[in-house]
């Protein structure tokens, strides 16, 4: 069960509050638990504590997906901090549970197993782009997500179905009561599944070479060929698997195309940011905002 507090970070029942979380309510940083192994706090209606440098609405939903590599993790970061507005890696979820899967001994093949610990794992996650930590109960698990070991067995757990519902209602859930502040939630899904009404839907993708140097980048340091071929069956075999269960590499109707291959990141920032905005101030269907002329 989690919940989301003012402060942009998704929390366990008010009875345990963490240690960075004051056991009382305050108007800054109230949470309105709601029973159920999906259910979610109340956002924070109020300001953003995250500041904005843009003139953008906080009610703006965004929704970006991509293959592995395609930059959205960072961009979706990046966007969210300069609108002011929350964040979320739908992808760090099932991260997460893969690691609380392995930490209880339980079996990534067993369906029902993977399914009963998605109900029950105790997720914790800061929605601050700025800081989006991950922890499983008192773990913190932001570093460990992102090893080796949960990159190649978190396939095993995307790929069962009713798992995917359990963490998809409560990605909507999310979404839901972050959106008076405004949200950018990137992940598998998002665009099609999870979020299709979300006023702003983009696809990022880039060339694998592209893709494959970025990646090894992130995990190696290095975008050598040493690197980039310890990265390539992560990558490649990753975006296989998961295009077993899920359609990201292809648009689907209303959403934009952004190929990333040749824009560096600022110029993919902006666009996204350029997307939002025309979304929000133009008046025509949201789904036809223009993407930005970056010059590239």
């Not at 056991?23 to 300001?47: I, K, M, N, Q, R």
């Not at 549970?97 to 610990?117: K, P, Y």
Request: charge should be negative; include cysteine.
């Amino acid at each position: 069960m989690s919940a989301i507090d003012a402060a942009g970070t998704a929390a366990g029942p008010p009875a345990q509050p963490s240690d960075d979380e004051p056991a009382a309510e305050t108007a800054s940083s109230a949470t309105t638990p709601l029973t159920g192994p999906t259910s979610v706090g109340e956002a924070s209606t109020g300001e953003s504590p995250l500041g904005s440098s843009v003139n953008t609405p906080r009610s703006v939903v965004v929704a970006i997906d991509g293959p592995s590599g395609s930059g959205k993790s960072s961009v979706s970061r990046a966007v969210a901090t300069r609108l002011g507005l929350a964040y979320l890696d739908t992808g760090a979820m099932y991260r997460a549970l893969t690691w609380w899967c392995l930490a209880r001994g339980v079996d990534l093949d067993d369906e029902a197993a993977v399914t009963a610990a998605a109900h029950d794992f105790p997720l914790v996650m800061g929605t601050d782009p700025a800081d989006p930590h991950v922890r499983v109960g008192d773990t913190d698990v932001t570093a460990e997500i992102r090893t080796t070991r949960i990159s190649a067995a978190v396939s095993a757990v995307a790929r069962h179905l009713p798992t995917r519902a359990v963490l998809i209602a409560t990605q909507r859930d999310w979404i839901d009561r972050c959106a008076a502040q405004g949200i950018v939630a990137e992940g598998r899904d998002i665009t099609s599944v999870v979020a299709p009404d979300a006023d702003v839907r983009l696809l990022l993708t880039a060339s694998e070479d592209a893709r494959l140097a970025r990646r090894a980048k992130e995990v190696h340091g290095d975008a050598g060929e040493a690197a980039i071929a310890t990265t390539r069956d992560e990558v490649v075999r990753r975006d296989r698997d998961d295009s077993a269960v899920t359609s990201f590499l292809e648009p689907s109707d209303g959403v934009r195309l952004l190929d990333t291959s040749d824009l560096d990141f600022e110029a993919v920032v902006a666009a996204v940011v350029a997307a939002v905005e025309a979304a929000r101030t133009s008046g025509v269907d949201r789904r036809d905002a223009p993407l930005a002329d970056t010059g590239e």
